[in-house]
Nanobody, 116 residues
Framework: QVQLVESGGGLVQAGGSLRLSCVAS????????LGWYRQAPGKQRELVAG???????NYADSVKGRFTISRDNAKKTLYLQMNSLKPEDTAVYYC??????????WGQGTQVTVSS
């Protein structure tokens, strides 16, 4: 059974930082493309950052230069370092894992709230 468990969300003031973590089980972690998505109230879910099994990273324009995605295959953990947070970063953040030629798995989400 695949499980993705996020942690690290919370309330932070604008300009602050948070580090999200996502621990995976039930998958061969190293071969998965991984990602972070977010969904703000009344908005569609959007890709924040992704990292391939080979370590290639991509970011949404809105977070480039502020967020950093990374993975630790030995710990089966995905990270999202978020710096210079803005109120518009407020959302539920979801971790994803996508094995080759398979469907994407989702975590349950963690709330990030940035106050102005």
């Amino acid at each position: 059974q695949v499980q993705l468990v996020e942690s690290g969300g919370g309330l932070v003031q604008a300009g602050g930082s948070l580090r999200l973590s996502c621990v995976a089980s039930g998958i061969i972690f190293s071969i998965n493309a991984l990602g972070w998505y977010r969904q703000a109230p009344g908005k569609q879910r959007e890709l924040v950052a992704g990292i391939t099994s080979g370590g290639v990273k991509n970011y949404a324009d809105s977070v480039k230069g502020r967020f950093t995605i990374s993975r630790d295959n030995a710990k089966k953990t995905l990270y999202l370092q978020m710096n210079s947070l803005k109120p518009e970063d407020t959302a539920v953040y979801y971790c994803t894992a996508e094995p080759p030629h398979s469907t994407r798995f989702w975590g349950q989400g963690t709330q990030v709230t940035v106050s102005s």
